[in-house]
Structure formats: structure tokens, C-alpha cells
């Protein structure tokens, strides 16, 4: 079993934040059962709902974001890392994940439920773009910016409009904010490098 970690900057100093310790299998080993299932690679999993699935395609990544912990985890075929993030106002309902927080238009945090992320839509313009469109459109995108479709079954109260994206400025409208500033830092390289990197599209599961 493979368990990855690293440390972070966080509001008390460096923080260590940890990856599931069930989000891998070594990579010589199968899990028990697995060969019943066509003979899937170990690399063929991820995680979802706390618990190890086989992914669609090979190398699709897989999100989580916690709310009330502020953390987002990554998670491929080959390592996972958590970061902090925010969502939702600060001095408000930032990283609240209680019901009525969930609900406030432009206030409250990204509901829970799971979402989709098109690779496709990824805009990561650089930082000239990024300057451009956070001081001439008033935007605290950060250096990237990729649209979150919620599932059907998913309840978002009437809310719609949500990204996961990067931002100078803690907090966002309902939206997953990872910070970075303009030009990003390693955790949004990281978050870009494999929303283009996915073989299909990438699932977000927000959780409480």
C-alpha cells in the first residue's frame, strides 16, 4: 500500500495533509478480486466516496473536495496530493458546509454533490491573460479556470456558474478556489497538468 504526503503552507504555518491511506494498491500487486473484473491494472483505480473503484478509463483523474476541512485532493493512476482551498465568501460562509450556507447565491460554498470537469474547457492563458482578466474584468480567477458540471442527482438549490480555479484573494462565490496568485504556484501547475493530461472527462465529488 503506497500512501502519499506532503506539507503545505496553511493558516497556522506548515501543515501536513495526507492522501488516503486506501487510495492505492502497489503497483505490483493486484487487489483481491480484481482479476474477475477483466484483469484491471492497479493503475486503473481511484477514489470515490472514501472507497477504491475501477476508473472508466485509464489515467482519468478523480477530485475530491472537502468542505469543512478546506482541502482538495487529487487523485491518478500514479500518486494523489491534497491542497488546501476555499469556497464560498470569506467572513461569510467560506468553507461552511452547513445547508443554509449551501444554499446562498454568490455566498455560500459549492454544494455538495459531484461534478464533471470538461478538459476541453481548461483556460490557463498565462500570465498576461491572467492580469488581463482579473484587473480589466474584475475576476479573481487566479492563473486557470475550468468549469464544474454538477450530475443530475446533484443539488445545487437554483445556483449554476461554478469553476474550480486559482485567485489571489481566499474565498469565492461558490466556486473551489486553490489560490496561486497570477501566475500560479505548484499546486495549480500541478491541477493543470493533469486536468490536461485526463483520457476523459474528470469527476468531482464534494463532500461536507
Not at 500518486?79 to 445547508?99: H, L
Not at 482579473?134 to 487566479?142: E, K, L, N, P, Y
Not at 490536461?196 to 465529488?205: A, D, K, P, T, W
Request: glycine residues 12%; positive net charge.
Amino acid at each position: 500500500m503506497i500512501m502519499a504526503g506532503f506539507r503545505i503552507p496553511g493558516p497556522t504555518g506548515m501543515q501536513p495533509l495526507s492522501c488516503p491511506a486506501d487510495t492505492f494498491i502497489d503497483r505490483n500487486l493486484f487487489k483481491p478480486g480484481v482479476l474477475s473484473e477483466g484483469h484491471v491494472r492497479p493503475e486503473h483505480y481511484g477514489l470515490e466516496n472514501g472507497q477504491l473503484r475501477v476508473a472508466r478509463h485509464a489515467g482519468t483523474d478523480s477530485f475530491t473536495f472537502q468542505i469543512s476541512s478546506g482541502t482538495l485532493t487529487v487523485v491518478s493512476r500514479h500518486e494523489c496530493r491534497t491542497m488546501r482551498a476555499t469556497s464560498g465568501r470569506p467572513n461569510s460562509c467560506m468553507n461552511k458546509a452547513d445547508v443554509l450556507c449551501q444554499m446562498l447565491k454568490s455566498t455560500g460554498p459549492l454544494p455538495v454533490g459531484v461534478y464533471f470537469i470538461y478538459p476541453h474547457e481548461l483556460s490557463a492563458p498565462g500570465l498576461i491573460g491572467s492580469m488581463y482578466r482579473t484587473f480589466r474584468r474584475f475576476a479573481d480567477w487566479g492563473s486557470f479556470r475550468v468549469r464544474l458540471h454538477p450530475m443530475r442527482n446533484t443539488v445545487t438549490y437554483g445556483r449554476d456558474n461554478f469553476f474550480l480555479h486559482g485567485g489571489i484573494y481566499q474565498g469565492s462565490a461558490g466556486c473551489i478556489d486553490i489560490g496561486g496568485g497570477l501566475d500560479g504556484d505548484s499546486n495549480t501547475r500541478y491541477v493543470i497538468e493533469h486536468i490536461r493530461n485526463s483520457l476523459g472527462n474528470i469527476s468531482v465529488e464534494v463532500s461536507p
